[in-house]
T-cell receptor, first 115, second 115 residues
């Protein structure tokens, strides 16, 4: 079945550094990938929609200069958390679908801890 | 304003009995609905979906019912097993302006199946 690989699964970084998270669709081409953030005891919050070959569309309240998204190919999207701060610590999840009629498949998520 | 609501944050059932997870939504333009299952520290995995033109979809022990007039859907698990213990997210699909999918999630219901 369709697999979305997200790497790394866990990362600890110091405040002020940048962290890159990769999301790959392994056996299908994903024109669109989505990035989510999960807060404790809350549902997933959509951060941005990543479209291959174009700029990402950010949801209201999400800083595009802080959360840089690059969708360089049909199988890879990256989220870079720039100048990370402790409040950026969270669980980040990506998802992708092969087409509009297919369910979204999720990566296993990345637990980011900023110290 | 929350468009997808899961009003029960938790549910506990005995092994072998039926688990019923409920979900309400407010947007009549949602075109299909999905249930995702999430284990701790993992990304959600797709479980079952239903198109807005249907009222029932069954897959093994899992059945989803949709009542459009009431804007309500439910997930039935029969018989429940301890391995079903997880957080279940209800999600509804809408289209972004660009035509790509956008999922709106509920806050999740934590199901505990007791042996």
């Amino acid at each position: 079945g369709a697999v979305v690989s997200q790497h790394p699964s866990r990362v600890i970084c110091k405040s002020g550094t940048s962290v890159k998270i990769e999301c790959r669709s392994l056996d299908f081409q994903a024109t669109t990938m989505f990035w989510y953030r999960q807060f404790p005891k809350q549902s997933l919050m959509l951060m941005a929609t990543s479209n291959e070959g174009s700029k990402a569309t950010y949801e209201q309240g999400v800083e595009k200069d802080k959360f840089l998204i690059n969708h360089a190919s049909l199988t890879l999207s990256t989220l870079t958390v720039t100048s990370a701060h402790p409040e950026d610590s969270s669980f980040y999840i990506c998802s992708a679908s092969a087409d509009y009629n297919s369910p979204l498949h999720f990566g296993n998520g990345t637990r980011l801890t900023v110290t | 304003d929350q468009q997808v609501k899961q009003n029960s944050p938790s549910l506990s059932v005995q092994e072998g009995r039926i688990s019923i997870l409920n979900c309400d939504y407010t947007n009549s333009m949602f075109d299909y609905f999905l249930w995702y299952k999430k284990y701790p520290a993992e990304g959600p995995t797709f479980l079952i979906s239903i198109s807005s033109i249907k009222d029932k979809n069954e897959d093994g022990r899992f059945t989803v019912f949709l009542n459009k007039s009431a804007k309500h859907l439910s997930l039935h698990i029969v018989p429940s097993q301890p391995g079903d213990s997880a957080v279940y997210f209800c999600a509804a699909n809408s289209r972004t302006q660009g035509g790509s999918e956008k999922l709106v999630f509920g806050k999740g219901t934590k199901l505990t199946v007791n042996p």
